[in-house]
């Protein structure tokens, strides 16, 4: 076949692909990644098919290949097709995701003068004859720096020069990563080393006839750089245009990757009956076939022996030969559960991390590819794994929204794309958690996942003190705010909550605070005239953090100087209102003089501290009080932790977003969990100004049947998920006039669209400003789509610049 289906890295439509020829020169396949040319420009693409002929007249050559051979295979072809039409991306760009680390990549071009036609008549002193005499001087330059000693539309002035012939531009195509393959030469197609032999004296110039010689006597692949050395490198081009000798390609094996040693074996406690019966099921599903048959809801609270199912199912696919992925929400939170995949599979586990190096992150990939791994652990793009035989893939803490990528194309979701990779490669999926997405649990119940479930912490009733896990839940208690302030009490802390924080330390355990907002005070206003400062970029309030005395925003993190004076009636009365985590530090020192208070949210981490330290710092029982936003509500099991404080259960609850009642449920539910994991019973005090909030009750009885079967008439009711689909559409411009009448244009366009045959089961909502209207300087506006036959409603519809798409949006503001 002539000719190669290129999905190109440029923004077209949804599976959108290229006809390209390809030169008789090399060979590619399927898969294979490639230079070609496009428009002007010199770009990346992803060979999709092959085939005779192309889909428009005149074609371009592709340019070269990347790499010498295939990079995805038929698996990451299927699913990237899929994942372009479903979240509506180009194609390369969904296929990139299956791409090594390192390889996506653009051309560098560089500038080099023409000999003898240097002078273009601009004046020496002008400011471009002083930078062509510069690249004349310096022979070569890359064109992005030329381009910036020219006046202002330098790329035209490039491309001017180009065309007369006074420079040359020339594109390097680089090669990305480091080199992994070897060239050999072997006999051409259907030849033997002894028909090469027999190649003696047949008239070919003397050079190629030695080198023929040379790699027939070799009798296997000769080395072409060896080639090269000894003969030249045309002489090898030669021979190969001739047929007498073909290209072979063989990856260079990295030796750096450790190969592992055998399974651990499961530790030798008995399962209970729950968890045996449902590792029983799991193992069935690798032989079933069937729809709904193969995806399991696991749903039990924290220490309910989740993990050992999750373990116990993995072992039963290495055992038939195949290999697991194991997602978590993030790495870094969730030390405990990577080591346990570790400990269980010891040198079988590949953890996929942000912050390994580039080296070790590719040749990790080249490790799993080469089926060196069982397990691959990681966040949501560990989906992606070159793994060669999917067994199963576990998903721990479903919920989670980490699972989605909003805020990049393709904006996809691990969970539903790993729920069609299983399906294609006949494999078993494992969702888990304390409290299953609403949407995942409706599923369950109609059967499409076998729901199983873990109904008791492990060891509860049989009172196994001193283990972890060994406890019942923590019991909750509801503190209602309001009643404080009536009573007088302006603390952030309520009277019960204060006390019990004093009796924990003083008995010599450890208590968490809760609270879901950064800094000290989210509100700085004039007393006088009620301005409030807010960020020049974002339409958000600036948040005061007494750490350095300045204004934070928390959208774009700029900085601001916390003013003396009101800016907008010179006033000096400035109060700060609302509290962060950094007050709660201050309030506990007050409070309880001499403790050892520690603050873990995300300033903490930004500022260079990795998780790892206060975790250890509160294991160690160095910590005696730790105050954080979400990062305290994952994964820290410290059993000498038996006070749990939600100091505000009320941030984000009122966002204007359908599930702000579940994700509350699910946070406090996940901060409640830190108490009361070892042999002292825990405590769980829940602070709110909205005591009857559905969310909150739920939350401090652990009942998540209850908020389900609430939530479920409340979606229901507003034909809101699971019961119809969503887009989210954004369009951002630095004009709020010209933001709002695109916006206004496009679902005018819908309505319009909504109008034609059998599209009307769609609702068009908006437009609307976005919530904050403005983020980094741009305007936002945004469009809902909800119905059930979204695709359809969007086939063929084209996107202007600056609109962002997003299919089942995690968040709709
Ligand atoms: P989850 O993942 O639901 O939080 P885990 O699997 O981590 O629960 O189990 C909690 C604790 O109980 C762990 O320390 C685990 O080793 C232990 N455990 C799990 N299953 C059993 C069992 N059948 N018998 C005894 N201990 C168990
Ligand atoms: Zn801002």
Redesign the pocket.
């Known amino acids: 076949m002539e000719y190669a289906e290129v999905a190109v890295d440029a923004p077209v439509a949804p599976s959108r692909t290229f006809s390209y020829h390809i030169p008789a020169r090399f060979a590619v396949e399927p898969g294979q990644l490639v230079w070609v040319p496009f428009g002007r420009r010199v770009a990346q693409g992803i060979v999709v098919k092959l085939s005779p002929a192309p889909q428009v007249e005149v074609t371009k050559d592709i340019l070269q290949p990347v790499e010498p051979t295939p990079l995805l295979d038929w698996r990451a072809l299927r699913i990237g097709e899929w994942m372009s039409r479903y979240y509506l991306c180009s194609l390369f760009d969904a296929l990139a995701l299956f791409l090594p680390p390192e390889f996506k990549g653009h051309v560098r071009a560089t500038v080099h003068p023409v000999p003898g036609q240097q002078s273009d008549g601009a004046p020496q002193d002008s400011p471009t004859g002083k930078a062509l005499l510069e690249l004349v001087q310096r022979g070569q330059m890359p064109e992005a720096e030329f381009t910036q000693l020219l006046p202002r539309g330098g790329a035209r002035q490039v491309d001017r020069w180009t065309e007369k012939g006074v420079i040359q531009r020339q594109v390097a195509l680089p090669r990305p990563g480091r080199f992994r393959y070897e060239c050999f030469l072997v006999p051409g197609g259907g030849l033997t080393y002894t028909d090469l032999v027999r190649q003696k004296d047949s008239g070919l110039p003397r050079r190629q006839e030695s080198l023929a010689q040379a790699v027939a006597e070799s009798r296997q692949p000769y080395p072409r750089t060896l080639a090269n050395k000894e003969f030249g490198n045309s002489v090898a081009d030669a021979l190969v245009e001739k047929g007498l000798l073909a290209q072979d390609w063989a990856r260079v094996e990295n030796d750096s990757v450790p190969v592992g040693g055998e399974p651990a074996g499961p530790?030798d406690?008995?399962?209970?009956p729950a968890?045996?019966n449902a590792v029983e099921r799991i193992a069935r599903g690798f032989d079933e076939t069937g729809r709904g048959t193969k995806t399991f809801l696991l749903h039990?609270?924290?220490?309910?022996?989740?993990?050992?199912?999750?373990?116990r199912s993995i072992e039963e696919a290495v055992r038939r030969g195949k290999q697991a992925i194991f997602l978590v929400p993030e790495i870094s939170l969730t030390p405990?559960?990577v080591e346990?995949v570790n400990s269980r599979f010891p040198g079988r586990v590949a953890v996929l991390h942000s912050r390994q190096p580039p080296r070790k992150k590719f040749d990790q990939w080249w490790a799993i590819r080469d089926g060196k791994y069982d397990v691959v652990v990681g966040p949501r793009s560990a989906i992606f794994a070159p793994l060669p035989n999917i067994g199963i893939i576990v998903i721990?803490e479903e919920h989670e929204w980490t699972y989605k990528q909003d805020d990049a194309q393709p904006r996809y979701d691990a969970r539903t794309t790993a729920l069609e990779m299983a399906r294609l490669e006949q494999a078993v999926v494992v969702l888990?958690s304390?409290t299953p997405d609403v949407e995942t649990y409706y599923q369950a119940s109609r059967g499409r996942h076998v729901l199983l479930n873990?109904p008791q912490?492990?060891?509860s009733g049989g009172g196994?003190a001193g283990?972890?896990?060994?406890a019942p839940l923590a019991a909750a208690e509801i503190c209602d705010m309001r009643e404080e302030l009536r009573q007088g009490n302006r603390s952030i802390f309520s009277r019960r909550l204060a006390l019990e924080l004093a009796e924990t330390v003083n008995r010599g355990q450890q208590a968490i605070l809760f609270l879901n907002r950064r800094g000290s005070a989210p509100i700085v206003q004039c007393r006088d005239c009620g301005y409030v400062a807010s960020c020049s970029g974002c339409s958000v309030s600036l948040t005061y953090h007494a750490t350095d005395g300045r204004l934070l925003c928390h959208r774009c993190n700029r900085r601001a100087r916390m003013p003396r004076q009101c800016r907008e009636c010179q006033g000096t009365r400035i109060r700060q209102l609302g509290i962060g985590t950094q007050r709660v530090v201050e309030e506990v020192g007050q409070l309880l003089p001499g403790v050892n208070v520690e603050r873990w949210d995300a300033d903490v981490t930004r500022s260079g501290v990795s998780p790892d330290e206060p975790m250890a710092r509160l294991t160690r029982g160095e910590t005696q009080v730790l105050v954080g936003t979400q990062m305290v509500a994952k994964g820290l099991?410290v059993p000498n932790v038996t006070l749990v404080g939600v100091v505000l259960a009320d941030v984000g609850m009122h966002l204007p977003d359908f599930r702000s009642g579940e994700r509350t449920f699910g946070l406090l539910c996940q901060v409640a969990g830190r108490a009361g994991r070892g042999a002292q019973p825990g405590r769980v005090i829940i602070q709110t100004y909205q005591p009857e909030h559905y969310a909150v009750q739920a939350a401090a009885r652990q009942d998540y049947l209850t908020l389900y079967q609430q939530e479920i008439v409340a979606r229901r009711e507003q034909s809101n998920p699971p019961f119809n689909r969503l887009a989210h559409l954004v369009y951002q411009h630095t004009n709020r006039t010209a933001c709002q009448r695109q916006a206004s244009t496009l679902a005018r366009e819908f309505r319009e669209r909504r109008g034609r045959g059998g599209l009307s089961d769609v609702e068009v909502i908006g437009p609307a400003p976005g919530i904050p209207e403005r983020v980094r300087g741009q305007y936002r506006w945004h469009i809902l789509l909800r119905g059930r036959n979204l695709h359809r409603f969007l086939d063929g519809v084209a996107f202007a610049n600056g609109w962002s798409v997003d299919v089942d949006p995690a968040h709709v503001t």
Do not use: C, M, N, W
């Open positions: 530790p406690f008995v399962l209970t968890q045996a039990g609270v924290t220490g309910s022996g989740k993990t050992e199912v999750y373990l405990q559960t346990r721990d888990g304390a873990l912490r492990i060891g196994r283990d972890s896990g060994g099991d």
